[in-house]
């Protein structure tokens, strides 16, 4: 088995078996404006909104989970068949293992089941410095019909992580250079360490997705991988909480994918009332998928959208845009 295939199918495990959450999203510090007297029918709360172009029925991500390995395959379509139905987002794992290799394409494919959800590609940021560029991309989104591409950014993860690639010089213009460039929207993604407006400010891509603090932590699933648990806990609580990191990029301009210890529909409810456009979740699917298959995640994801209602209809609020300004910090 290719190394990049095993990291794959062990990522997977340590993430199911292993405590590898860290820090807070800082959730617990907002709080949304109760009406007592909402004025609303509970039946007509709306949960739609606009990404990128495309209509979801409610603002959910389901964000990158695998692929790259056999046992990928059956995550992805399992879980993006829960997506066609519930007609919320959903992103494959990074495909450098299939742009290094044709045969693991079909590990990410899941059009055939999914035709209409909202499908984000997705390649490491730091490998255009290792001889991905343009063209890479290019292949990633057309390779699963993509609508968007994630370029994830992990400077931490890839120090922690034994076969890590640890040069990021230079990639603010290539990054910029491929959003330009690339007929898709290009999606900045950090992975547990969070964006903050000085770094969002100097790129020209589609779209930011947080990934702050407070959910999977990537220094101690590399660290549990690496033997280094030691340094992994030492920097578990590295990075920009969740709600600092929508609170900063709020005020761009562009959507913002509030991801990093969402675990519940009232985190979602705070994070757009802070200004994000839609919420990711990983770990928590993942973990509905092991439990009970696209049944599990079908109901763990009917639960985060009924509570994001029942927080919506408690804060007066009949649509998504109308939560905006209804937060505020403990």
């Known amino acids: 088995m290719r190394k990049i295939n095993h990291r794959k199918l062990e990522h997977i495990r340590i993430c199911l078996t292993e405590e590898v959450e860290a820090g807070s999203p800082g959730f617990e510090k907002v709080r949304l404006a109760h009406d007592a007297l909402p004025e609303l029918d509970f039946d007509e709360i709306d949960t739609s909104c606009e990404f990128l172009g495309k209509t979801l029925d409610s603002p959910i991500i389901i964000e990158a989970l695998t692929g790259g390995a056999d046992e990928s395959k059956e ?5 993006a068949r829960v997506a066609q139905k519930l007609n919320v987002g959903f992103s494959v794992g990074s495909q450098r293992a299939a742009i290094e290799d044709a045969a693991l394409e079909q590990t990410y494919k899941v059009r055939d089941v999914a035709p209409d959800i909202f ?55 290539k990054i910029n250079g491929v959003a330009k460039k690339i007929k898709s929207p290009v999606i900045l993604k ?8 000085e770094t969002a400010r100097k790129l020209k891509v589609s779209a930011y997705d947080v990934g702050g603090l407070g959910g999977t932590n990537w220094a101690l699933v590399e660290g549990i991988r ?27 301009e562009k959507p913002v994918i509030a991801s990093g210890g969402v675990r519940s529909g009232l985190d979602a409810a705070k994070a757009i009332a802070l200004g994000a456009s839609c919420v990711g979740i990983a770990l928590p699917v993942l973990k509905a998928w092991e439990e009970g298959r696209t049944k599990g995640v079908e109901c763990y994801l009917e639960r985060i959208v009924e509570e994001l209602k029942i927080s919506m209809f408690l804060s007066g609020a009949r649509k998504i845009g109308d939560l905006s300004g209804k937060a505020s910090l403990n």
């Open 226 to 252: 690496s033997g280094r648990q030691d340094t992994g806990r030492v920097f578990s609580t590295w990075g920009i909480p969740t709600v600092e990191s929508v609170i900063e990029l709020s005020g761009l």
């Open 75 to 79: 995550i992805n379509q399992d879980i």
């Open 119 to 173: 499908l984000i590609a997705n390649l490491g940021a730091v490998q255009l410095n290792y001889g991905l560029g343009v063209a890479e991309c290019e292949r990633a989104v057309e390779m699963i019909s993509a609508d968007a591409i994630a370029l994830h950014v992990n400077p931490l993860q890839e120090l922690i992580q034994a076969e890590g690639n640890r040069n990021f010089k230079g990639l603010v213009g």
């Open 190 to 197: 950090e992975v547990g360490c969070g964006i903050s407006r």
